[in-house]
């Protein structure tokens, strides 16, 4: 396995505003104080150009709501940067996606949360956002911007995971990516909402099944490693030698936890962090060189495989699983500690 780790993607919060609540969102709702100015963007993005030219992807909040986002999608085109948005769909019609694409937009992604509008809608709290989801798919897919669709889960709708899965595929994406939800932001409200680590194991399972017949698009579950035990385990079993497909602008499809390693993330006050969903920041971009902080304690501790602990420490996987460093944090205190969703134990 290559262990040359460089940063391939990297998320930035551009705004905390947002025209949604949803349940699970790490980003709580703010106002216009919440994000930098077009100039101070621009010297961020300068930042991490210096040190490489990953995916990178504008998100938020709600990107759209920024004026600016045309000028940062060009800017960062200019920069060498493969151009990516993360958005709800809301605010999209036929003129500010051409606007997109002439902007140097590459690939854009939707989430759906649902088969229909009564999941999808209750997971948002916000009434209109199935069909805003379903709307946007279609004017991304009219003017030729590919898109990938992320879908969150938690226990009120987990039963709809499969016919999500459908519904994603028949809307054109070139990826379908599953969600595992973890505790952070709003999602630390509903604890006994998220999906149990029982239950978790049946669903890696049954991405698995899911993922050898499917053909035509990518599947990945998020922020769920153990599917790379999984995966290996049962492929083993049917003696498929299976090849899996990945995209330019995925940062590989080879690794369980990629945080830190290959990807990282900015808040909107320029705090680094190992993925979107770590509580703990490793530096700031405007006071440290981005060198410096890909080379900092915890990012250097998530690439050091020989001081994890706990069930992951003695794991044959951990290389290629790695285990969730946000939920031994958040369950065990320690981000090294082993994975609290794994109950696996090295035969």
Known sequence: MNLDFSLKWIAWESTKRCNLNCIHCRSKNGSNTDEIDTKKAFNLMDRVGRFSKPVFVISGGEPLLRKDIFELLEYGTKLGFKMAIATNGSLLDDSISLKLKSSGLKVASLSLDGSVSEVHDNFRRQPGSFDSVIKAATIFKKHNIPFLINSSFTKRNQSDIENTYKLAKKLGCVAWYIFIVVPV????????????????????????????????????????????????????????????????????????????????????????????????SAGNIFESEFETIWNSKIFGDIRNFSNYKGNCGRCEYLTVCGGCRVRALIYNGDYMAGDPYCDYKKL
Not at 235 to 258: E, M
Request: overall charge neutral; glycine content about 6%; some cysteine.
């Open 185 to 280: 932001g709003n999602a630390q409200e509903i604890l006994d909402d998220l999906i149990s680590k029982e239950d978790y194991e049946n669903i890696l399972k049954w991405h698995f099944n899911m993922e050898i017949s499917e053909k035509d698009i990518k599947v990945r579950p998020i922020c769920a490693p153990s599917y790379y035990r999984v995966f290996d385990q049962n492929s083993k079993k049917i003696g498929t030698n299976i090849s899996r497909r990945n995209l330019s602008f995925s940062p590989g499809g080879s690794k369980g936890c990629v945080a830190a390693q290959y990807i990282a993330y900015i808040d909107h006050l320029g705090n680094v962090y190992p993925c979107s969903y770590f509580p703990a």
